[in-house]
């Protein structure tokens, strides 16, 4: 392997471990957010504690695991307005998420 395939290497693996980090905060932070920022009334703190993010390279995933009426909150039903949550976390913090993954990455490479 030559010096410069070396040095490629090791900035891969810098920019894997920095994005990594990246999306464990975003998730983090994403999971907050929702949490916080909803319209639906909490009375037992189910759905709350049922909101969780996936943040991959490709894709950010919002999901309701544990609440079987999270559907219906989200979706809205019947004479329920929908209350998407999870879509308004992402979507009003789109910025922040950049700056996010660009710090994590930044500070893995040593910019």
Do not use: C, P
């Given at each position: 392997?030559?010096?410069?395939?070396?040095?490629?290497?090791?900035?891969?693996?810098?920019?894997?471990?920095?994005?990594?980090?990246?999306?464990?905060?975003?998730?983090?932070?994403?999971?907050?957010?929702?949490?916080?920022?909803?319209?639906?009334?909490n009375?037992?703190?189910?759905?709350?504690?049922?909101?969780?993010?996936?943040?991959?390279?490709?894709?950010?995933?919002?999901?309701?695991?544990?609440?079987?009426?999270?559907?219906?909150?989200?979706?809205?039903?019947?004479?329920?307005?929908?209350?998407?949550?999870?879509?308004?976390?992402v979507?009003?913090?789109?910025?922040?998420?950049?700056?996010?993954?660009?710090k994590?990455?930044?500070?893995?490479?040593?910019?």
């Open positions: 392997m030559t010096d410069y395939e070396k040095i490629i290497n090791r900035d891969m693996k810098s920019f894997k471990r920095g994005l990594n980090q990246a999306q464990t905060k975003v998730s983090k932070f994403l999971e907050q957010y929702a949490r916080t920022h909803h319209r639906y009334q009375r037992t703190g189910n759905l709350k504690r049922s909101t969780y993010f996936d943040v991959a390279s490709e894709y950010i995933k919002g999901y309701v695991n544990g609440a079987s009426y999270g559907k219906f909150i989200i979706e809205g039903f019947k004479t329920w307005e929908a209350d998407n949550f999870i879509y308004d976390a979507m009003n913090n789109l910025d922040k998420i950049d700056a996010m993954i660009e994590e990455i930044n500070k893995e490479m040593e910019i």
